[in-house]
Protein backbone atom coordinates (compact mmCIF):
# COMPACT_ATOMS: atom_id res chain seq x y z
CA UNK A 1 0.00 0.00 0.00
CA UNK A 2 1.48 3.21 -1.05
CA UNK A 3 0.01 7.05 0.71
CA UNK A 4 0.75 10.36 -0.71
CA UNK A 5 0.71 13.50 1.48
CA UNK A 6 2.24 16.75 0.94
CA UNK A 7 -0.03 18.33 -1.36
CA UNK A 8 -1.40 21.86 -1.64
CA UNK A 9 -1.56 25.22 -2.94
CA UNK A 10 1.51 26.97 -3.82
CA UNK A 11 2.65 30.58 -5.71
CA UNK A 12 4.50 30.28 -8.79
CA UNK A 13 7.95 29.73 -8.23
CA UNK A 14 7.41 28.14 -5.03
CA UNK A 15 8.11 24.69 -3.75
CA UNK A 16 6.11 21.53 -2.17
CA UNK A 17 7.94 18.41 -0.73
CA UNK A 18 5.89 15.25 -1.52
CA UNK A 19 6.07 12.12 0.91
CA UNK A 20 5.11 8.28 -0.42
CA UNK A 21 4.78 6.28 2.23
CA UNK A 22 5.14 2.40 1.44
CA UNK A 23 3.69 -0.27 3.83
CA UNK A 24 6.27 -3.33 4.39
CA UNK A 25 10.44 -2.58 2.82
CA UNK A 26 10.77 -0.32 0.32
CA UNK A 27 13.29 -3.17 -0.63
CA UNK A 28 10.89 -5.64 -1.91
CA UNK A 29 10.33 -3.24 -4.88
CA UNK A 30 12.12 -2.89 -7.59
CA UNK A 31 11.77 0.86 -8.28
CA UNK A 32 9.00 3.45 -7.51
CA UNK A 33 7.83 6.19 -9.39
CA UNK A 34 6.00 9.44 -9.56
CA UNK A 35 3.17 10.16 -12.08
CA UNK A 36 0.93 13.09 -12.13
CA UNK A 37 -2.48 13.48 -14.32
CA UNK A 38 -4.10 17.30 -14.73
CA UNK A 39 -7.84 17.10 -16.19
CA UNK A 40 -8.50 16.44 -19.38
CA UNK A 41 -5.29 15.33 -19.83
CA UNK A 42 -3.18 11.63 -19.96
CA UNK A 43 -1.39 10.61 -16.68
CA UNK A 44 2.33 11.47 -17.02
CA UNK A 45 5.72 9.67 -15.67
CA UNK A 46 7.19 12.15 -13.44
CA UNK A 47 10.54 10.50 -11.89
CA UNK A 48 11.03 7.20 -10.55
CA UNK A 49 14.10 5.92 -8.71
CA UNK A 50 15.20 2.38 -8.53
CA UNK A 51 15.18 1.33 -5.02
CA UNK A 52 18.41 -0.32 -4.67
CA UNK A 53 20.77 1.75 -6.33
CA UNK A 54 18.79 5.27 -6.43
CA UNK A 55 19.32 5.10 -10.09
CA UNK A 56 17.02 8.10 -10.70
CA UNK A 57 15.07 9.09 -14.17
CA UNK A 58 13.12 12.28 -14.71
CA UNK A 59 10.79 13.65 -17.45
CA UNK A 60 12.27 16.40 -19.68
CA UNK A 61 9.54 18.78 -18.21
CA UNK A 62 10.39 18.36 -14.17
CA UNK A 63 14.59 17.92 -15.00
CA UNK A 64 16.33 20.51 -12.68
CA UNK A 65 13.27 21.34 -11.07
CA UNK A 66 12.58 18.16 -9.23
CA UNK A 67 13.95 15.62 -7.54
CA UNK A 68 13.26 12.35 -5.70
CA UNK A 69 14.96 10.18 -3.01
CA UNK A 70 14.44 7.83 -0.51
CA UNK A 71 14.39 7.01 2.81
CA UNK A 72 14.71 3.50 3.38
CA UNK A 73 14.53 3.65 7.40
CA UNK A 74 11.33 5.67 7.16
CA UNK A 75 9.82 3.39 4.36
CA UNK A 76 9.48 6.54 1.86
CA UNK A 77 9.97 8.11 -1.38
CA UNK A 78 9.95 11.86 -1.42
CA UNK A 79 9.55 14.47 -4.30
CA UNK A 80 11.03 17.52 -3.88
CA UNK A 81 9.44 20.46 -6.37
CA UNK A 82 11.14 23.41 -6.97
CA UNK A 83 10.13 26.29 -9.03
CA UNK A 84 6.94 25.45 -9.91
CA UNK A 85 4.87 26.24 -12.54
CA UNK A 86 1.24 26.70 -13.39
CA UNK A 87 1.86 23.55 -15.59
CA UNK A 88 2.84 20.99 -12.70
CA UNK A 89 -0.84 21.68 -11.21
CA UNK A 90 -2.36 18.04 -11.19
CA UNK A 91 -3.03 15.32 -8.73
CA UNK A 92 0.29 13.44 -7.94
CA UNK A 93 0.32 9.35 -7.41
CA UNK A 94 3.08 7.46 -6.21
CA UNK A 95 3.34 3.68 -7.72
CA UNK A 96 5.47 0.91 -7.39
CA UNK A 97 7.23 -1.34 -9.35
CA UNK A 98 7.68 -4.67 -7.28
CA UNK A 99 9.13 -6.98 -10.87
CA UNK A 100 12.77 -6.63 -9.24
CA UNK A 101 15.48 -6.77 -11.69
CA UNK A 102 13.97 -4.86 -14.06
CA UNK A 103 14.42 -1.71 -16.60
CA UNK A 104 12.77 1.04 -14.60
CA UNK A 105 10.61 2.85 -16.91
CA UNK A 106 8.17 6.43 -16.66
CA UNK A 107 5.73 4.39 -18.18
CA UNK A 108 2.27 3.37 -15.76
CA UNK A 109 1.42 0.22 -17.07
CA UNK A 110 4.89 -0.91 -15.51
CA UNK A 111 3.54 -0.15 -12.08
CA UNK A 112 0.92 -2.49 -10.22
CA UNK A 113 0.38 -0.65 -7.07
CA UNK A 114 -0.52 3.24 -6.49
CA UNK A 115 -1.36 5.25 -3.93
CA UNK A 116 -4.82 7.28 -4.06
CA UNK A 117 -3.03 10.91 -4.92
CA UNK A 118 -2.27 14.45 -3.75
CA UNK A 119 -3.13 17.48 -5.04
CA UNK A 120 -0.80 19.86 -5.99
CA UNK A 121 -2.33 23.78 -7.74
CA UNK A 122 0.06 26.00 -8.72
CA UNK A 123 -0.94 29.78 -9.53
Known amino acids: QLVESGGGSVQVGGSLRLSCEVS????????IGWFRQAPGKEREGVANIYTNGDITEYADSVKGRFSISQDKAKNAIYLQMNSLKPEDTATYYC???????????????????WGQGTQVTVS
Open 95 to 113: AADTSVGRLCLLEGYQYGV
Open 24 to 31: GSIDGTNC
